[in-house]
């Protein structure tokens, strides 16, 4: 029974003194087939550890349904940890920030107007006491108390960057300690005086996040901290990437020079990320400081670090290892370990498939019936008051005429709306974006509107964590406000419905005339299934959209950048005809896309 202890400024592990060496890998970011191959090479680099955080959102999707399976099968991820000798970290924290949609917080929180986040809200007490109801059991024979591999448990995240409710951590604590959660409890904040002070529990170890500054932080921590052991427990060894901004990289050299001066102080480290992985689906999410200042995440995960995106070791995986071989004294040979669990597995690859023709066409305009129920309301509510979490939401009402022209205002629009009069569109709404403005005049036998709105991803992160979705107030036509208003929840799981019709030559060939959003369909065929690698799908001459293979949501993409391509994790093909769907909001300039073997992430 390995039980983790501190015991003056060390850690005690089986009795004997420890460093704790972890890297944070992901589960709900990486497909089930692949977890055993990163946790391996996470050993292969000289880690004893590894971390995950937990997504709320993910594993209570509706309140009261839950979801463990797929990807969501932590238990599992957890126990092949262990099978590979590794220790592990988890943080099943209600929020986890993690640049996650919400942070972790299931969407349907936000249906309750009253409801307060993060904090000693009743109901949103209730609701994390019925999530841990089912969540922390299912932890409990995991514990290493139990004989499991997990040493660790964090009590909340972050919390002094977003609150100051001290009972708010007591009563989390409380809960799990009450639950049978008998080993380690933390907390991690940035090492600064209001979040250490606001996001700490009396008792419990507590440790601090940062990239670079490694004396500094230490020393910050052990003003509130003077004797337990020092632990990073976020080393930021790359970073995440927004849409329309560059791609953030890192030089390896100075992750292993601040990873050698943690190293140096007898501190403990978890790198986050040691595999960041993927935001499949609508599983991204955002950044908003200031009010208007509304940052989506892309749909990569891959945070320049020691594992790229599709698992391949990288220039920060080696530099890493050498520095951590120097302080376990590994011996090394021909680049490798000659200890056997230090050995990487066999490179999974990447192939180019090459070009797929998308030869057939649905219109979402007409055929929202076939993707949804029509849902009739006096004003445009928002996705969650309708029990939506994600994807697109229309909506539509008929204007009577004639009128002048005026501006159409949406009080207001979360994220990104297109509007359509009478099927054509107008132009294009963005949240923050003053200057996008759609004016129109209405004939006087009336007009229909329509307005297809996009989740770009909740907020994670900040002072605006209370982020609705759709249409969240109103919609004028001048200072006119408009009623009577039919609406399709559009979440994007189930496109069976659908009829396809098939391009003609010219409109394969060009981008169409009316512009509005269609589903592309073709068949990439794959003749050998044991030959089958990863690849990514290239998406030159599309604007914006989501794409998917197989019915898997591959998660959005969009000209801006900086990222051009899509992971295409091999266990998602299968041998003989794979479906593959775009779903393209502004028109392409050639219905086709291409398989090919490099990521381009700008």
Not at 303 to 309: I, M
Not at 482 to 505: F, K, N, Q, R
Request: aromatic content about 12%; hydrophobic content about 40%.
């Amino acid at each position: 029974m390995a039980i983790l202890m501190v015991q003056g400024s060390q850690f005690i592990l089986d009795g004997k003194p420890v460093q704790i060496l972890s890297g944070a890998i992901h589960y709900f970011r990486v497909v089930p087939e692949y977890w055993e191959d990163r946790l391996l090479k996470l050993k292969a680099c000289g880690f004893n550890t590894v971390e995950t955080y937990v997504p709320w959102n993910m594993h209570e999707p509706q309140p009261g349904e839950y979801c463990f399976e797929g990807m969501a099968d932590v238990e599992q991820f957890i126990r092949l940890a262990g099978d590979a000798g590794l220790h592990v970290i988890v943080r099943p924290s209600p929020y986890i920030c993690a640049e996650w949609e919400f942070g972790g917080l299931p969407s349907w929180l936000l249906a309750d107007d009253h409801l307060r986040l993060r904090c000693s809200d009743s109901a949103f007490l209730a609701h994390v006491d019925r999530y841990y109801d089912v969540l922390l059991p299912k932890l409990k024979p995991l514990l290493s108390t139990s004989g499991g591999p997990i040493i660790a448990l964090q009590i909340e995240n972050e919390y002094g960057s977003f609150g100051n409710d001290a009972s708010y951590l007591q009563y989390l604590r409380d809960g799990m300690v009450r639950r049978g959660m008998d080993v380690l409890l933390f907390t991690s904040d940035g090492p600064t005086d209001h979040m250490l002070q606001a996001g700490s529990v009396s008792g419990h170890l507590a440790t601090v996040n940062f990239g670079s500054g490694t004396e500094w932080a230490f020393a910050k921590l052990r003003e509130y901290q003077a004797e337990e052991p020092l632990m990073c427990m976020e080393f930021w060894n790359g970073w995440f990437d927004h849409w329309g901004e560059s791609h953030h990289t890192r030089e390896a050299e100075d992750v292993a020079k601040v990873l050698e001066e943690m190293l140096e102080a007898g501190a403990s480290v978890n790198f986050y990320m040691f595999h960041g992985g993927t935001n499949f689906a609508f599983y991204n999410g955002a950044n908003c400081q200031q009010k208007d200042q509304y940052e989506p995440t892309i749909t990569s995960y891959d945070y320049d670090s020691l594992l790229s995106e599709s698992g391949e070791p990288t220039a920060k995986f080696y530099a890493v290892r050498e520095v951590l071989s120097r302080y376990r004294g590994f011996e090394k040979q021909d680049g490798y370990c000659e200890k056997r669990d230090l050995v990487l597995p066999e490179p999974k690859g990447t192939a180019s498939y090459g070009r797929v023709e998308l030869a057939q066409r649905a219109s979402l305009l007409q055929q929202l019936d076939a993707l949804a129920v029509k849902i009739q309301r006096t004003n445009p509510e928002p996705m969650e008051k309708l029990g939506q979490d994600y994807g697109f939401i229309s909506y539509q009402t008929r204007i009577s005429g004639p009128r002048e022209r005026q501006e159409l205002v949406v009080q207001e629009v979360r994220d990104r709306a297109l509007v359509f009069v009478d099927g054509l569109l107008q132009g294009v709404l963005e949240r923050g974006n003053v200057a996008a403005t759609v004016s129109f005049e209405v004939p006087a036998e009336g007009a229909e509107l329509l307005i297809l709105v996009e989740n770009m991803g909740r907020i994670n992160y900040g002072p605006y964590l209370r982020d609705p979705k759709g249409i969240t107030e109103g919609v004028r036509h001048g200072f006119q406000f408009l009623y009577d208003w039919t609406i399709h929840c559009l979440p994007m799981t189930d496109l069976s419905g659908l009829s396809y019709a098939v391009l003609s030559e010219l409109e394969s060939s060009a981008r169409t005339v009316k512009e509005e959003p269609f589903f592309y369909r073709g068949s990439l065929h794959m003749e050998d299934v044991s030959d089958i690698k990863d690849t990514f799908l290239r998406l030159d001459g599309w604007t914006k959209g989501v794409a998917f293979v197989n019915g898997f949501n591959l998660g959005r993409y969009w000209n801006i950048g900086p990222q051009q391509t899509l992971y295409v994790p091999a266990p998602l093909l299968r041998q003989g005809e794979n479906e593959i769907i775009i779903f393209e909001l502004h028109g392409t300039e050639d219905a086709a896309v291409m398989f090919v073997d490099q990521p381009d992430l700008g």
